[in-house]
């Protein structure tokens, strides 16, 4: 976090990832999606080698195997993508207010409009009033000066720590994990079942 400030003028403190980290997981994530993309090559090359015949259940676990690694491809680069989002995230707090922007979202408020606030992993998470995802900030510069300064802006309460914070994450994650091994137990036994069938 860098605090600027001119002769009369008011602090403006900023706090965002340093260029280095920034660069490191912009070359991580086009790693990633470089070998998704030779994946898929050497893939559709090999398919067309192998011929599931006239046999049904060859050619619907041909067509599963193709949805699942088009469906893992997916889920890899978009995560590479929300990583690239969030090492670009910028906190910045002005006379004007509080901001927070990255690639595609920006939001600018007040300090009291931010519901919860923890450290995790050397990323500061934010949750704003009214907005359902969170906000992630690389935290890990200038160390507790940053730190200190955010918790003495936010509301009494915001800042999580310790067994508050355990409780406030079980509460608002495992629900999601849970919904989606649900679904995917549930796409699984569909497959099998379908495979069964035939």
Known sequence: MAETARAGAPVTTTLQASPAF????????????????????????????????????????????GSALTLQAMAV?????????????????????????????????????????WTQGGWLVLQVRGQWRRWYVRSTGDGGASLAHIRAALPAGAWLEGSAKQMHLARTTLPICLAAMGVGGLILLWILNALSAV
Not at 108 to 117: L, N, Q, V
């Open 22 to 65: 920034r660069r490191g997981v912009l070359g991580a994530s086009l790693t990633l999606a470089a070998g998704e993309i030779a994946l898929f090559v050497m893939l559709w090359r090999l398919g067309q080698l192998v011929d599931p015949g006239a046999d049904p259940g060859a050619g619907l676990l041909f067509i599963s195997l």
């Open 77 to 117: 680069v978009g995560i590479a993508w929300v990583m690239v989002a969030m090492s670009w995230t910028t906190l910045r707090d002005d006379v004007t207010g509080v901001s927070l922007d990255h690639p595609w979202r920006r939001w600018h408020g007040a300090w009291s409009e931010i519901t919860h606030a």
